[in-house]
């Protein structure tokens, strides 16, 4: 909304300067985005906000500005003239439907010369971003600025009869408006007609057939309220903009549509000469008085200061509310018509605190012991992101919303996404059921970015729908893509990502947070690795192959994947965690280095070393393994580092001896292998 | 020979010495004095060719000189030595990469989420997550906010596509705001209440440098029996302050929202030209940072508590917004678009 420092001072005495008046309406919830110099004058423009449809109006923030400055507010006088009988006396209005249109004021102007507006209305139109078209249009858009009642004038000769008809459009009706534009109407759109057809759409555009031209010598003008909705839903239908709608659709006040409607007449008989000979009026006069009971004592609590009783009087009245005290500190709060939104207690606060200035609340620290609400995921996905982070990963995040086409690149069987009903591009139709397919995408990108290494995750929401209910899951999602180079002074190690990194990137998570009893299970058919808890799998973990990768432009590159559902894992978190003493007495290492067939388990070696050493072996684990030059093919190099403790003394060398040396020949007899 | 050669390989020791500055050249210097082949070994091997008298005087004289020299090499070792462990690190080339695991890094929206999140959380607020598919009435109804409001449109919400065709449509949607929360833990919990929910929210706008159509917001909100609006200035005052810096200036502007009553917006003076005007704030001076205000009756009454017993603020911030001004990130897109040159650097 655009409004002119002098166009304000036709309605109060301004003795601030335009930059004092900015800051102070932008202090008081009107919102000036810009402040311009114009013509000996100032352009003010002010964001409304969706509750002050008063405020779409000069006279509005004129009001605004009396209450902020002191001010008296001078409104227009516009008196009521007597109305001589005329040819127009059968003259009617019909609405057809009062929900539709509760009030529509039409008078007619006749004898109207239409020429070019004068200067000073020409410039406070253009100032405030409207178009001068004719003096009768202009003084219609004039008053639409000055009070925010849209005002429309007919060309009264090419109405057909003494009537107009408010009403709904008829199927398949049609109606050229004044920008040229034919539309086909349906019940949905209300019209103003005469007795033979549409000539308006009403409150949005006036028809091309009665419009007010150089030619008009009579003229209908019409101040109408229309409702909001009606005007809302017509406008979108046909993607309409216009001032008037824009008002309409957020609210007239009743009580200023006769005001409008004799300013607009004073304007004409001054500016376009002519005479105002008939009046007519249907509908609602005047509006329900609404009431609000005010507490000051109240308003302090909420505020948190004591706004003096004289003072908030002061800037209630000044807002156009009318107080009667009821107890001490109590008001009875007559709502004026302009400010249907004020309702409440709440809304007269705000009222009071707005222009008292937010700025005199002090700052207070609230005196509250608020319960403690746990949320069981946060914490252990903070855990997790950090334990990544720390291990080098970097955390991305993408968009939940992605192409069917983009989940179905993985070939992974996922349950039934989610469609979007309304999406702006094929881009974002489904709700994604998994997180890799965005993985690959963020990897594609950075190769071709030239990243040789990336190792990247992802914690977030997955949806898919279970037996027709839409589903939310948490998911965490790692890629990992390329070589990492590590310098060491004896030379550099090219590490490329495989499926063992991410197995040690799992494991590290799971050890961290206390979960015990996973595993990775390698079923021969299957296309992915399974990640247990338990019996229970959580996720799957994969080396992309090439067709996948094509799909995602990726070449020459191998991407390793997990992803895995953080609720089914977050059940088995235990971050609970109890000292185990630490041994009296030293334990003894001994080492057996095997060389086994290539397709022999790790694990089942070392579980049969921990069983078959049992009471005295403690631990067994890999220190080294190795494929390679040194080795046959089809073989594989272990060595097994065994832990020897006792707990009640220190073991000597003599007596392990003899029990490691049976343990290799066992383990060696057991699996084939050679002691190397 | 006489006692003068003596004297003269003394001296001659003793102002080679102060020019030695390794061990490699002292021991040089050693040998040549005392090695096998040295000139003490030299003196020596001419002590049978001489005199008898003078062969005990020499010998007793070169057995002084060894004693002397060996005191004055081993003086200069020592010295040698301290200086060595004072800058003894010159063939260690500090350039040469350092060996240790890279880090890898959050994300600069999760930076900034914990942040938020850690302040509120030392303030008395327990962070709590919600779903993202919610319901018309926990993000629209529920919040006051009217049917007919144009924020309920489909060119401001995204809905879901129901699969059972008999269903009502529109009635599961993905949330355009964490505001929903309110309702999810006022109608779980009693008063005093402290909540801040951070999250992904979503709306259907084009993408551009300042749009797109998935954000992340934290609501906060804090209910009680007397909090007021200036527990809402004090906790927003320290909210912002922590997050940018002391120094700023703040104000708080009448604003309308639906869900509350007052409403402010709440603006803190430019960070980057500390107010006095660029092209960041638009040369109003002012940065527009959040939307906050006293819950609405109506809110109240929709979750179940008496309006006329408690009282309560909300507020709610856009992250990328705070992570944009903190950062000087200047395009919105860089945050889901995931380049590692770009995540690396925070």
């Known amino acids: 909304m655009k409004v002119t420092y002098n166009w304000l001072k036709d309605f109060l005495d301004i003795k601030i300067t335009p930059q004092v008046l900015a800051d102070k309406l932008t202090m008081v919830g009107l919102e000036v985005t810009s402040l311009e110099p114009a013509a000996d004058d100032w352009v003010l423009e002010i964001e409304v906000t969706s509750n002050r449809p008063d405020c779409l109006s000069i006279i509005g923030i004129a009001r605004e500005v009396a209450a902020i400055t002191g001010e008296k507010l001078k409104l227009p006088r516009t008196d009521k003239r007597p109305t001589p009988k005329t040819q127009y006396r059968d003259f009617s209005i019909d609405i057809r439907d009062k929900k539709d249109c509760p009030l529509y004021i039409a008078r007619v102007i006749q004898k109207v010369e239409v020429r070019p507006s004068p200067d000073w209305l020409k410039q406070r139109l253009e100032l405030v971003g409207c178009r001068s078209v004719n003096s009768i249009v202009d003084i219609t858009n004039y008053v639409l600025f000055e009070y925010g009642e849209p005002l429309h004038a007919f060309d009264l000769d090419k109405l057909g009869g003494q009537k107009i008809i408010v009403r709904r459009a008829k199927t398949k009706e049609t109606l050229t408006a004044i920008d040229g534009k034919s539309r086909a109407l349906d019940t949905s759109a209300l019209v103003i007609a005469d007795k033979n057809q549409a000539v308006a759409l009403a409150g949005i555009m006036g028809g091309l057939k009665t419009e007010v031209g150089a030619g008009t010598k009579n003229i209908l003008l019409e101040a109408a309220v229309f409702d909001p909705l009606i005007i809302r839903r017509t406008r979108q239908k046909f993607g309409m903009q216009s001032e008037s709608a824009y008002r309409f659709e957020r609210g007239i006040n009743l009580d200023i549509v006769e005001a409008a409607s004799r300013r607009a007449v004073e304007l004409i008989e001054k500016v376009s000469a002519g005479k105002c000979i008939l009046e007519k009026k249907s509908g609602v006069s005047g509006r329900k008085q609404s009431r609000v009971t005010f507490d000051l004592e109240r308003a302090g609590k909420v505020l948190g200061v004591n706004i003096p009783a004289l003072r908030a009087k002061g800037i209630l009245s000044g807002l156009g509310f009318k107080l009667t005290t009821k107890k001490k500190s109590i008001f009875l709060v007559d709502i004026p018509g302009h400010r249907p939104d004020v309702k409440i207690e709440e809304d007269l606060i705000e009222e009071l605190v707005r222009i008292f200035g937010y700025e005199r609340i002090p700052t207070t620290l609230p005196a509250v012991k608020p319960r403690i609400i746990t949320d069981n995921t946060r914490d252990p996905v903070s855990r997790i992101k950090n334990i990544l982070v720390g291990l ?30 309304n999406p702006l591009s094929t881009e974002q139709e489904i709700l994604r059921p998994l997180l890799a397919s965005s993985l690959l995408g963020c990897i594609s990108h950075n190769l071709n970015h030239k990243q040789d290494y990336i190792n990247i995750f992802e914690v977030a929401k997955v949806f898919s729908r279970v037996t027709s209910e839409p589903r939310e899951g948490l998911h965490l999602a790692i890629a990992l893509c390329g070589t990492k180079p590590w310098l060491f002074p004896q030379g550099l190690i090219k590490d490329e990502a495989g499926i063992l990194h991410i197995k040690g990137i799992l494991e590290t998570i799971f050890i961290k947070l206390g979960i015990r009893e996973y595993s990775f299970r390698v079923d021969n058919n299957a296309a992915n690795i399974g990640i247990y808890i338990a019996a229970e799998q959580v996720g799957f973990l994969l080396m992309a192959n090439k067709d996948v990768l094509g799909r995602f432009q990726i070449k020459n590159k191998e991407v390793v994947l997990a992803e895995l559902s953080l609720d089914r894992l977050f059940s088995q978190v235990n971050l609970l965690k109890k000292f185990i003493p630490l041994p009296l007495y030293p334990g003894i290492i001994r080492d057996i280095s095997l060389l086994i067939k290539e397709e022999l388990k790790v694990e089942e070696i070392i579980q049969m070393v921990k069983e078959k050493g049992r009471p005295w072996i403690k631990q067994a684990s890999i220190s080294d393994y190795y494929q390679g030059k040194q080795i046959p093919a089809g073989f594989k190099g272990l060595t097994i580092s065994c832990l020897y403790r006792a707990d009640e003394r220190t073991l000597t060398e003599a007596e392990i001896k003899p029990l490691h040396a049976e343990l290799t020949v066992f383990i060696q007899q057991k699996f084939g292998a050679q002691i190397r | 020979m006489s006692g003068v050669d003596i004297e003269a390989i003394e001296e001659q020791v003793k102002l080679e010495i102060p020019n030695i500055d390794s061990r490699e050249s002292l021991e040089v210097l050693r040998v040549k004095y005392l090695g096998r082949k040295g000139i003490l070994a030299e003196l020596t091997a001419r002590i049978p060719s001489l005199p008898i008298e003078k062969r005990r005087i020499l010998g007793q004289q070169v057995n002084a000189l060894k004693n002397k020299l060996n005191l004055l090499f081993s003086d200069k070792e020592k010295s040698l030595a301290a200086n060595r462990n004072q800058s003894g690190y010159s063939n260690v080339d500090m350039g040469l990469p350092g060996i240790a695991q890279d880090l890898g890094r959050l994300h600069p929206l999760t930076q900034v989420i914990d942040e938020i999140c ?32 144009p924020s309920r449109d489909v060119f401001d919400t995204f809905y879901l596509r129901s699969c059972d065709p008999d269903a009502k449509s529109r009635n599961l949607l993905l949330r355009s705001q964490t505001s929903p929360m309110q309702i999810r833990m006022m109608k779980t919990y009693q008063p005093p209440l402290a909540v801040a929910a951070p999250g992904r929210v979503y709306r259907p706008d084009a993408t551009d440098a300042s749009h797109s159509f998935m954000f992340h917001q934290i609501e906060g909100f804090m209910v009680d029996k007397n909090i007021r609006f200036s527990d809402l200035k004090g906790v927003l005052e320290l909210l912002a302050k922590s997050i940018f810096s002391q120094e700023i200036r703040m104000r708080f502007r009448p604003h309308f929202f639906p869900f509350t009553e007052p409403s402010a917006e709440v603006d803190i003076s430019c960070i980057i030209c500390q107010g006095k005007g660029c092209s960041v704030c638009a040369r109003k001076g002012w940065l527009e940072i959040l939307g906050s205000g006293m819950i609405h009756p109506n809110v109240f009454k929709n979750v179940g508590y008496d309006p006329k017993k408690y009282t309560g603020f909300a507020f709610g911030l856009g992250i990328e917004r705070i992570a944009m001004l903190k950062f000087g990130i200047n395009d919105i897109r860089l945050f889901f678009e995931n380049d590692l040159r770009f995540l690396k650097q925070f």
């Open chain 1, 392 to 421: 080098g990963l970097n955390e991305v995040i993408s968009y939940s919303l992605i192409a069917r086409q983009l989940s179905e690149k993985l070939n992974i069987e996922t349950p039934e996404p989610i469609e979007i009903l």
């Open chain 2, 118 to 149: 850690g302040i509120l959380t030392r303030m008395g607020f327990s962070v709590v997550e919600g779903p993202e598919i919610e319901s018309e009435y926990n993000n629209f109804s529920g919040l006051n906010i009217p049917l007919e409001h």
